[in-house]
């Protein structure tokens, strides 16, 4: 029974034990008497049902693994067998109804098995049959049917019949377990139903005809109240750890000699050195148009990089020639020309 079922049944007993215990009360209302009749048989059937399935199902789950496991070890060698004797007899039909492996019995389920094996045990008795028929046929041994030879393949009367009794007691096991695993779903499905209908009878009629006793007996009333509350498991509250005591290590007290903030920082650090701070190989860094200035500036003399480059050719006019180049140029077309 699932956990919300199991409180609700718990909080009807509590309604039906309370309703009894005051029945001098409220056994004049006869709707009343109804409700707590239709209760107290619903409660009964719930109780039956609940005891019917909770048998426990593991050891009857065990013993149907042991007989698959034994089923399987006596027909996987009879398959086997079978597979050989219809190479033989190139009977491909009969090797497409024994094509059985260990990986196919394995992935088959419970059904799948019994119907297999049974498919295997008629198989094995059709072929012992016919050898039977066939060698009491036989005239020339020298030449002889390979289903006479079917002992000297290890197909015995003693393997068949282990086979058979190890499928009757697997058949036996499955058919117990599911029948039981069956009557369990509808014992926990009429149970649902039987739940279901009671908390509707207590809501829709028994809630309603309990107010009539609020004024006259307001004790009752209270009580059917508190015995219609779920009533949840409280969990049981574990005792907190003793704290675990500090213990100081061997050595030195606390406070004596050098911190650990002065024996780390005088600890050098392991690996390279730090790198230096000369300069580095190569050109000079170019200067800035602020160093520039500061040079000329302090008067001293400019370097060969301070100073502009000067471009290819003719090198550049200066100023006191430009000026008497136009003034002759402005003259020259003053003057009248003869």
Partial sequence: MKEK?????????????????????????PQAVTAVDHLNRNLQEIHTLKLKSARNVSPLLAQLVRNRKKLTGQLVPVVSILQVIAWELRDG?????????????????????????????????????????????????????????????????????????????FEETYMETRDYLEFEKKCRKRIKQLVKETNLLLKNKLDLLMTLFESDHPDFYAAYLESRQLMYPVPPVEPSPAPKEIRRKPGRPPGSGKTK??????????????????????????????????????????TARDKPKQRRGRPPKKVSEKKAEVSNEKESQDTPTE
């Fill in 93 to 169: 039909k009969m090797a497409t109804r024994v094509d059985l492996g260990k990986k196919k019995l394995k992935k088959s389920d419970d059904r799948k098995l019994i119907l297999r094996a049974h498919q295997v045990l008629e198989e094995a008795r059709r072929i012992t049959k016919l050898a039977q028929s066939t060698a009491s046929q036989a005239t020339d041994p020298s030449v002889m049917h390979p289903l006479v030879k079917a002992e000297e393949y290890g197909l015995t009367s003693e393997k068949t019949e282990a086979l058979e009794e190890s499928l009757k007691d």
């Fill in 5 to 29: 079922y199991l409180l609700k049944f718990n909080m009807f007993n509590r309604v039906s034990e309370m309703m009894n215990n005051h029945r001098q009360i409220w056994e004049s209302l």
């Fill in 261 to 302: 903030n002065s024996a780390t920082t005088e600890k050098k650090k392991r690996g390279r050195p730090p790198k230096s701070t000369g300069k580095k190989r190569g050109r000079p860094p170019k200067k800035t148009g602020t160093e520039k200035e500061t040079t000329a500036n302090a008067g001293g003399k400019a």
